[in-house]
């Protein structure tokens, strides 16, 4: 690695266990541990992410990355270690609907207008979306992943980056604190991907989540985070983490750095040394 590109994987310090909103602690997780061929995917993770963090999670395929996400958004459980999001189980989070998970899929509902999906969330809560105030803070969120004009178009009327843009809007109008995204921008071609990046971007400066997010582009793993977890091949275990220390706000500018292509070089390398 070069020098001057700080990462380490170390025990946490007590101040960053008590900073940190999601906390990854001993996690393995074998599938099928019954049947006769286990799969061990995660081997003993341990993760600290900060409130209001933006880490991305890099590896090969196959290495846990999408296991991790559900581990952490108790869509399953681990086999052993301990999860916890705000000082409570990640059960508990769920439950008090703190977490919003954004799939590579927008799985948006065919027959319902962009509002109604969007209202959708909402609904589920039990919340009158009819009440003034509720039209105007998904018309707000609407707006801020800029979808104004589009609240009666269908998805099937949408292009693909603005089905994303709904999924987002879905994911940000019940107000949870953490954000889980498994590539959601994979299915996007190279332009509407950087757009939709550069949206991202944006709407992180403007409305903070703790974000852990899952991908396989490393540009945009760069360009988003605050640092990337490298995770080893099946069984997934953390690698390495990188900080990423560009200076926010980040813009296009920043895609021109030094700083940037060397720590786009040096994660391709990482990777794809796994890879060989
Ligand atoms: N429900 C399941 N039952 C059994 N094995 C599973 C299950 N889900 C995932 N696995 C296995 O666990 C390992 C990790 O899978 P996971 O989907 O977490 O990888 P990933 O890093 O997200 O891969 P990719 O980059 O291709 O999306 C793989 O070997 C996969 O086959
Ligand atoms: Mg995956």
Redesign the pocket.
């Known amino acids: 690695m070069t020098s001057d590109i700080p990462s380490k994987v170390e025990e946490p310090t007590e101040q960053e266990l008590s900073e940190s909103i999601i906390s990854v602690s001993h996690v393995d997780?074998v599938?099928?541990q019954e049947s006769r061929d286990p799969?061990r995917?995660?081997e003993d993770i341990n993760l600290n992410i900060r409130k209001n963090e933006f880490v991305s999670l890099i590896?090969?395929?196959?290495?846990?990355?999408?296991?991790?996400?559900?581990c952490v958004g108790d869509i399953?459980e681990p086999t052993t270690g301990k999860i916890s999001i705000d000082g409570q189980p990640a059960t508990t989070a769920r439950h008090q609907n703190l977490i919003a998970f954004f799939f590579q899929e927008d799985v948006l509902l065919p027959w319902r207008s962009v509002m109604g999906n969007v209202q959708l969330p909402l609904e589920i809560q039990g919340k009158n979306t009819d009440d003034p105030a509720m039209r105007e803070q998904t018309q707000e969120v609407i707006e801020t992943v800029g979808l104004q004009g589009f609240e009666n178009s269908r998805p099937q009327e949408l292009s693909g980056g603005m089905r994303q843009r709904v999924a987002l809007a879905r994911g940000f109008v019940y107000n949870p604190t953490i954000f889980l995204m498994?590539?959601p921008f994979a299915a996007l071609d190279e332009l509407t991907r950087r757009k939709m990046n550069q949206e991202l971007l944006r709407i992180h400066e403007e409305i903070r989540k703790t974000t852990l997010f899952?991908t396989?582009h490393i540009p945009e793993a760069v360009w988003l985070s605050d640092r990337v977890v490298i995770?080893s091949p099946?069984p997934?275990k953390v690698s390495e983490i990188v900080d990423i220390e560009l200076e926010r706000p980040r813009n296009e500018e920043t895609r021109h750095q030094e700083a940037f292509t060397e720590y786009e070089e040096y994660l391709t390398k990482t990777v794809m040394e796994f890879e060989e």
Do not use: Q
């Open positions: 997780k599938y099928g799969i995917a995660l590896g090969p395929s196959g290495c846990g990355k999408t296991t991790l996400l559900k399953i498994d590539e899952v396989h995770l099946r997934g």
